[in-house]
């Protein structure tokens, strides 16, 4: 069974809202703390900013969710990406390789959150409730789409002149 079918099975066991809730919770704050921890290790700009915008990024997504769970008020998402312009280095370095290895991890990372979320989704006949998970599906789309980007930029070939 893959990850996303395992995902799909621990979403159909939630029996309340508030399990899904609590869940959804945990996980954004998780992934916050995987991306702050990341940030204290990486030294080239371009990465740390992206994972500092990640985190600051999940940890809205926690307060969404608690805010949904405290007042039962779906609020207006907010998610701006910013202009992202990395500057990489032409040669790969050993530091570099573990970078990549993170971005790997955070791409797993996001789409895993972004489909637990699409599950949450099918599970609620709210329709406010559902657009909210939609949206937030969509958020975690958008930001593995984003490392996924430096990612390409990261290991595209480059013939040296």
């Known amino acids: 069974m893959g990850i996303l079918e395992e995902i799909a099975d621990e979403v159909k066991k ?8 609590k869940i959804a919770i945990s996980i954004e704050e998780q992934n916050r703390d995987f991306y702050q921890e ?3 290790k990486i030294k080239n700009v371009s990465v740390t900013k992206l994972y500092s915008y990640l985190a600051r990024e999940e940890g809205k997504h926690a307060e969404y969710l608690r ?15 910013p202009d992202f312009k990395p500057v990489f280095d032409a040669e790969f370095t050993n530091e570099r390789l573990h970078e ?4 790997l991890a955070a791409l797993r990372l996001e789409r ?9 989704s099918k599970r609620t006949d709210n329709t406010a ?13 958008g930001h593995y789409e984003l490392i996924d980007g430096f990612l390409e930029y990261a290991t595209q070939f480059r013939m040296q002149t």
């Not at 939630?14 to 809730?21: F, N, Q, R, S, V």
């Not at 805010?67 to 990406?81: A, E, F, G, M």
């Not at 990549?100 to 971005?103: A, D, T, W």
């Not at 895993?112 to 949450?120: C, G, I, S, V, W």
């Open 14 to 21: 939630l029996k309340t809202l508030d399990d899904m809730l």
């Open 38 to 40: 990341k940030v204290s």
């Open 67 to 81: 805010n949904y769970q405290k007042n039962k008020i779906v609020l207006d998402i907010d998610s701006k990406t």
């Open 100 to 103: 990549i290895g993170v971005y």
């Open 112 to 120: 895993k959150t972004e489909y637990f979320y699409m599950q949450l």
């Open 129 to 141: 409730l559902r657009e909210f998970f939609d949206k937030l599906a969509s958020i975690e789309r």
